[in-house]
Each structure stands twice: as C-alpha cells, then as structure tokens.
C-alpha cells in the first residue's frame, strides 16, 4: 500500500479475467522455505558465501534489511544471486518492525545464538494461521545450554558456551528443527534432534551447513545429528533447491482450470504426495526425467479425501490451491487440515464465488459446483492467495484479489508465470475510498 499525493491510500489487486485453460511451460523459482533458512544460517560463517536460485520475494527482501542491520554484508551479483558477507556481525539484536514481518525471522535467534552466544529478536509474524508458539525452540536452545527469556514482544536466548544434547521434539516442528540445527552446528560435542522434521528445505539447510565445514548427518530423516565443529568459514557457492510449494502451486492449477502445464526446475521426488492425489483426481502427470513434469486434465477433477501431515504426508501450503480443485470436482470431497487451526479463510471466499464449502474446525467439506463466477476477493495469507489466482483463472467473469502483499512473499514474478500459460491476468493499482 502506498500513500497518494493528493491523500489516501493506492492499493494494488491482482485483477483476473476468467475461464482459461492453462497450456504451456513455467520454471520454478528457488524454494522460499529453503532460503529464508540459509539466508539466517550464512551468520554461521565467518567468511564470504554465494548463494544462487533466492527468490526474488518480499520475504527475503525482508531478511536481508535484517541481516545488514547486525552488519552483514550483501551484494546482489545476479538475478537471483547473493553475495553474503558475515565477518564482522556487530549487532545481535533484531528489531521488531523488521521481525513481525514475517514467521522465519525467527531462525535469527538459533543462528546469532550460534554464532555469538547471544540474540535478541522481536517476537516474528507472518501469515495468520493461528497459534505458532516457541516452545520447541525454547526447549531446545535450554538443553543446549542457554537461558532464555522473553518479555515485552521479545525473545532473548543467551549462552556462555553451547553443549550438545539430545533433545527429543514433542511435535514434528520444522521451524524448531531448524533453528536447533542452527545453534547446535558450533557447540561443543553431539546434538541428537529426535522426532526431527524430513522437509526438504531442511535436508537443503543441512546441505548447505556441510558444504561450509559443518557435520551434520541424518537430515531427511526423523534422527539428525550434528557433531560441533569450531568454526564455518569455508567460501563456496550454494544454489537453493526448487520451491516444491510453488511446482505443486501449478500442479493444481493444470487440474483446476483443465489444463496441460510442463513444470520444469522442480524435484520429482518432492512432489510425489502431490502427484499421488493429483492422479486420484483423475488427471494425467508425465514424469519427463530431469528436473521437469507435466500436469494434463482433460475432464472434471474427481472428489478426493485429503489430511494435511508432515513431509511426507500432503503438504498443508498446498491446501487452499487443492481446495479449489475441490470446489469444482465431482462430488464431495473433503480435507482434514491437521497443522494449522484457521487455514480454512480463503474458503469463504471461494463461497463469494459460487462456491459450497462448509468449514468446520480443522475439517472442510468440498460439494463440487459446475462453475465459479468471479468476485472481488480477499488473500487472508500466502497460499490463500495463490488459490485465488487460480480460482478467478478458472471462474467465469472477472475476479479482483486483494491483499497482493501476502502472495509477494513466496512467489516470484507469479502474474508474468500465469501470463505465459495463458492467463488473463495483471497487477493494477487502486485508489482506496475513505
């Protein structure tokens, strides 16, 4: 949102001109959950690293701001390259106006606590999919060795020297098995995490920490361990791997809209809860060998039964996007969401769109309907948002999406990628009435 000079605010809408077939190609862009994971672990390494496939996405934009307020220092050398810097940190706290912005600025205290003993970090925000609590993270960084407060929307986690532990997580938690292997990787001794997350932005943090020096073994897996080493101060390059939210993103959309969608730098073996569900539908997808895909659907999409899980069960950021297939699917279909207590917003606007879904708890219920009709809607948060999209692609009419700012925060160029499969689709902006 920007101010008007003349007053006011001028708002930007996604505004979508419907009942299009996707058809054609688009390349994934590197994955937003893998990168807002290395970007904070590169303060681990004292020296200079490459990193290549960053999305360009206000959430990294945002990481940087924060990680050149510590002093780090960041040259963009390409496109989708960063040159990151780490000598000389010089600061270990991190406002809140830079921290609420987004869930990830979180792996700053894990990181900072690792490199420099101490961290002070504004609570993080993000989207609103209910509760997110630190606990996890809390418990881990405590059987490290450190103290940990938090007070007046802060968190701050201190330690005189770090000790490997085993530390066993109550919830599969990605963000807690991050932020543990990133302060565990230069304490002294082993860090067992058990009941560890398997996502591969997690495996890819994992990989990226061993190429700079550090040892850690078991990432994929629900045992990681990590044996301290003094130092990372290798200087090498690293690309992120492929957003498998994003390749799924237009997965769905080829079922939704009937399409035929050749999806290139994407990980096959990531996306198989997905392809799995996608069949179930009844569409066609072509592994082309490499890094590519193709999505086909010719008829209506059949009813399917889904419950989010962790990797690798069906992922909950590709919930709203099958929820939308699920709107005009044949017959009843249904999806448990067991990660997030209100992930279930974007539903109501799906409704504003002819749609009959009823939500209940973490339990929505999907009565096919023949068609969509366009209508200005709300993005509630990230993935909501690109359901959207993909809801006013396939509906008849117009649909104007509001709230723009959340898809900007993990997808990349996402108008010009729907523009290249067929869409009718472009960014306005509006003056806001008041």
Not at 332 to 345: K, P, Y
Not at 379 to 384: E, F, I, K, P, T
Not at 405 to 414: A, C, M
């Amino acid at each position: 949102m920007e101010n008007d000079t003349n007053g006011g605010n001028i708002l930007e809408k996604i505004v979508v001109e419907g009942k299009t077939k996707l058809k054609g190609e688009v390349t994934i862009s590197g994955a937003k959950n893998a990168a807002v994971a290395i970007l904070p672990a590169t303060i681990l390494v004292n020296g200079i690293c490459i990193i290549e496939n960053v999305p360009e996405i206000s959430d990294i934009k945002a990481y940087c701001k924060i990680l050149e307020s510590i002093g780090v220092k960041i040259r963009k050398i390409a496109k989708n390259t960063l040159e990151i810097d780490s000598r000389n940190i010089n600061n270990i706290e991190a406002s809140i106006d830079l921290t609420s912005k987004f869930r990830a600025s979180y792996y700053l205290a894990g990181a900072l606590l690792g490199r420099c003993g101490h961290a002070i970090i504004g609570m993080p925000g993000g989207c609103k999919l209910g509760a997110r609590p630190m606990d996890q993270h809390i418990k881990a960084f405590e059987l490290l060795g450190a103290t940990v407060e938090t007070e007046q929307g802060k968190i701050e986690v201190k330690a005189d020297k770090l000790q490997g532990n085993s530390i066993y997580l109550d919830i599969v938690s990605v963000g807690a098995t991050i932020n543990t292997m990133l302060a565990a990787v230069l304490a002294d001794g082993v860090t067992t995490i058990e009941n560890a997350a398997k996502e591969p932005h997690i495996v890819d943090l994992a990989n990226f920490l061993n190429k700079m020096g550090a040892n850690i073994m078991g990432a994929g897996t629900d045992r990681i361990r990590i044996q301290g080493v003094p130092e990372l101060k290798k200087n090498d390059t690293y690309s992120v791997v492929p957003d498998q939210i994003e390749a799924g993103t237009f997965m769905l959309a080829a079922v939704a809209t009937r399409g035929d969608v050749i999806i290139r730098n994407c990980i096959t073996k990531h996306l198989e809860p997905i392809t799995a569900k996608i069949v179930e539908m009844g569409a066609e997808v072509e592994d082309l060998g490499g890094d590519a895909i193709r999505v086909k659907c010719t008829n209506r999409p059949n009813k399917i039964n889904i419950k989010t899980l962790p990797y690798p069960g069906f992922p909950t950021d590709l919930q709203p996007p099958m929820g939308v297939a699920m709107s005009i699917a044949d017959g009843t279909s249904v999806i448990n969401e067991s990660i997030w207590d209100s992930r279930f917003q974007y539903t109501e606007e799906l409704n504003r769109m002819g749609a009959k879904i009823t939500a209940q708890g973490k339990v929505a219920f999907f009565e096919g309907v023949d068609n969509l009709i366009g209508a200005p809607v709300y993005a509630s948060d990230l993935r909501a948002g690109a359901a959207l999209i993909i809801a006013g692609i396939l509906a008849e009419g117009t649909t104007q999406i509001y709230n723009v700012e959340y898809i900007d925060r993990g997808y990349e160029n996402i108008e010009e990628k729907f523009r290249n499969l067929g869409a009718k689709i472009e960014r306005v902006e509006e003056k806001e009435e008041g």
